[in-house]
């Protein structure tokens, strides 16, 4: 965050058009710090919606790479004489392409890949291309490995293009690497049969050699480095509603993502019919990005790694007959689901799934904390299944915190019937879910301020603000997500965490939004909501501190004149945070003042991060991505008080030392 030039001027123009306003004076108790701000109070949700798996954050470029699809060469369009077989040297993915001699020198035979909306490359780059291949005549094949224009006048024209020779009639893993001569946004991957040798290939995989980390199966990076700018506090995985999936083949297994890559069976997702308006029959998920995946993920951008599991209901949204769920007799299996996962999380490598995870290449425990049974289940049939898991989980491992659900809506007849249960249960945590338009978010400023402090604590799971018929993302829509976060933080007590949601959406892909991080094949960037949970997680301190606006405490509801604020101290620091969101659409005087300062103390330096847009209505692009940025400057420190102007639709942190 860089200061902006003539912000200071800026700011004193608007200072000198509101002489006349009443200035809000905001008192902090600094001497009185309250409840601890949880190191999970602000984090992510990831779900493998608006291809943000597949296509996304996980790197491997080629659609289908298995040809394990239905139908098995949907990604592919084949040319001379190419066979699926299935036989393969992979139990869970057992098709593969047979390449053979089209019986004509001048008739080529092979295979082009579409990718994800195409596949983007960029000049100079490194891509491996890995396949799993035979000759099962014996004797030696060679394929050829290409990366084509598609926008070349000439479609055969190649940017990369390398050999590949195979001499063995086992199945073997061969690789090479690509380096492309030209950046394209939409290429496709070629491959031809270049002798009349007949060749099996299986399992055929192109990624960047550039991946986050470094990790070969890895991670898109500069997806992966917006996820570890925010410093997540918790990171949520893996949804959502494909955990429960429409039938039970479909939900999310995680016993299928874990172990080796080429093994893990392809699994049908959800949001590939969902919605009409955006249909896409190729979406399905890899499991390339499984557990273990997500796990390392969460240990390497600092977050405590939240695992969701099926609870034997579907959705409920598209299949409600009883006879579609388990049985609460029949969750033994589901139930040792949940226990093996935390052993593959937590366990020795003396243990089954510790030892499973050793070998994938982290002999270290994980150390989870916290695991979610059920998405957004609603009725009696959750809490029923419910209860068997938490009565598991506690007698084998009682230091873990489970997570429950209070049904899809914010406020309502489910959520009123599942609260209770909740607490009945003893559930540590409960996941609300809250899509609501800008007058909600107006309106629940003071939320959490008179929740039963006794019970589990909250998780706001799922949350965005939809803008009255302006279902995308604006800056407005954030401006009032922060005016609602300043209830989170000011409710801290019994707020634990935090996750605003969808996380990820292709630009040519998408089904939901808004979405916090938008992409296409080459580029992303970060929307104005992106950074509101940026300035939340980077400046949450360590402790709430008391705060009355004109000696009234400030409850949030309906803002106050407009305004909405949370006060924190950073023990780490000793630095006062003080969060403050005008949105009305007049300049705001404020006075600052630090009560409880010793008597000969003032403050010694304080900045402010703004964050405001000329537009309510836009937010940043792939193609504009710094529309809409935070702006950092300066500002005047006065003895135990800080007098300034915060502009209409603003949401400013201030920092004070």
Same mark, same amino acid.
């Not at 984090?43 to 608006?50: K, M, P, R």
């Not at 406020?411 to 009945?424: A, K, S």
């Given at each position: ?78 040319f001379?004489?190419? $066979? ?20 004509h020198?001048?008739?080529? $035979? ?33 394929i ?59 399992h ?11 990790? =070969? ?44 890559? =080429? ?26 990005l ?13 977050? =405590? ?33 949940? %226990? ?8 020795s ?9 050793? *070998? ?18 609603w ?26 659900s ?19 249960l003893?559930? *540590? ?21 008179n ?22 993302n ?72 008391? %705060?009355?606006?004109d ?6 509801? =309906? ?28 300049p ?6 630090l009560a ?62």
């Amino acid at each position: 965050m860089k200061n902006m030039t003539g912000w200071a001027a800026a700011l004193a123009l608007t200072a000198g058009m509101s002489l006349q306003a009443q200035t809000n004076e905001l008192t902090v108790q600094v001497k009185k710090p309250g409840a601890p701000i949880q190191s999970t109070m602000y984090g992510l949700f990831f779900e493998d919606i608006n291809y943000a798996a597949d296509g996304g954050l996980y790197a491997e470029l080629v659609k289908n790479r298995s040809f394990e699809f239905p139908q098995h060469l949907l990604g592919w369009q084949s040319f001379g004489k190419v $066979t699926v077989l299935d036989d393969g040297p992979f139990e869970r993915n057992p098709h593969y392409v047979r390449l053979a001699y089209s019986g004509h020198d001048h008739k080529q $035979t092979g295979l082009d890949n579409e990718g994800f909306f195409g596949i983007g490359v960029q000049a100079g780059e490194e891509y491996r291309f890995s396949v799993w291949a035979r000759v099962p005549q014996g004797g030696k094949g060679r394929i050829r490995v290409e990366l084509i224009d598609l926008a070349s006048a000439d479609e055969r024209q190649a940017v990369a293009s390398e050999s590949l020779e195979f001499e063995s009639a086992e199945w073997k893993k061969y690789q090479l690497i690509l380096k492309p001569s030209k950046t394209l946004e939409r290429a496709k991957l070629r491959i031809f049969l270049r002798d009349k040798q007949t060749v099996d290939l299986e399992h055929v995989s192109l990624f960047p050699v550039d991946t986050w980390n470094g990790h =070969e199966n890895g991670l898109r990076k500069d997806l992966a480095q917006a996820l570890a700018d925010i410093k997540p506090g918790v990171f949520r995985f893996p949804g959502g509603c494909i955990v429960e999936g429409t039938e039970q083949p479909d939900r999310y297994n995680w016993k299928n993502s874990v172990g080796p890559v =080429e093994n893990r069976p392809l699994n049908l997702n959800r949001w590939q019919y969902t919605f009409t308006h955006r249909f896409y029959p190729d979406y399905y998920q890899s499991y390339g990005l499984g557990f273990y995946e997500y796990f390392l993920l969460s240990e390497e951008i600092g977050s =405590e790694p939240l695992p969701i599991l099926n609870c034997g209901l579907v959705c409920q949204y598209q299949n409600n007959k009883m006879e579609a769920h388990v049985p609460v007799c029949d969750l033994d299996s589901y139930i040792q689901d949940a %226990l093996d996962l935390i052993e593959f999380a937590n366990g020795s490598a003396d243990t089954e799934w510790g030892k499973l995870r050793a *070998d994938m290449g982290h002999p270290a425990p994980f150390n989870l904390k916290f695991i979610g049974i059920g998405n957004e289940q609603w009725g009696p049939e959750y809490p029923e299944r419910l209860e068997p898991f938490i009565k598991a989980i506690r007698a084998a491992y009682p230091d873990i915190q489970i997570v429950g659900s209070s049904g899809p809506n914010s406020e309502g007849e489910q959520f009123d019937y599942l609260w209770p249960e909740m607490r009945r249960l003893k559930a *540590d945590l409960v996941d609300e879910h809250f899509y609501r338009p800008e007058k909600w978010f107006l309106a629940q400023g003071a939320r959490y301020d008179n929740y039963d402090r006794k019970g589990p604590k909250v998780f706001a799971g799922e949350y965005a603000c939809h803008g009255k018929g302006k279902k995308w993302n604006h800056f407005h829509a954030a401006l009032l997500e922060a005016a609602f976060m300043t209830g989170l933080e000011r409710n801290a007590d019994i707020v634990h965490m935090a996750t605003y949601a969808p996380l990820f959406a292709h630009v040519d892909g998408w089904q939901w939004r808004p979405d916090m991080i938008w992409f296409d094949n080459l580029r992303s960037v970060r929307t104005c909501s992106y950074y509101v949970q940026q300035l939340y997680s980077h400046y949450k301190g360590t402790h709430v501190l008391p %705060l009355t606006m004109d000696k009234q405490p400030v409850t949030g509801a =309906e803002g106050q004149n407009g305004l909405f604020a949370s006060a924190v101290v950073d023990k780490n620091t000793n630095e006062i945070i003080i969060k403050v969101a005008n949105t009305s659409d007049r300049p705001q005087p404020l006075k600052l003042t630090l009560a409880g300062m010793k008597k000969n103390a003032t403050l010694t330096s304080g900045r402010c991060i703004k964050f405001s847009s000329p537009d309510p209505d836009i937010d940043n692009t792939v193609d504009q991505p710094n529309r809409v940025v935070p702006r950092e400057a300066p500002i005047e420190v006065s003895g135990q008080a800080v007098e300034t102007t915060l502009e209409p639709q603003t949401f400013a942190v201030y920092i004070l030392k």
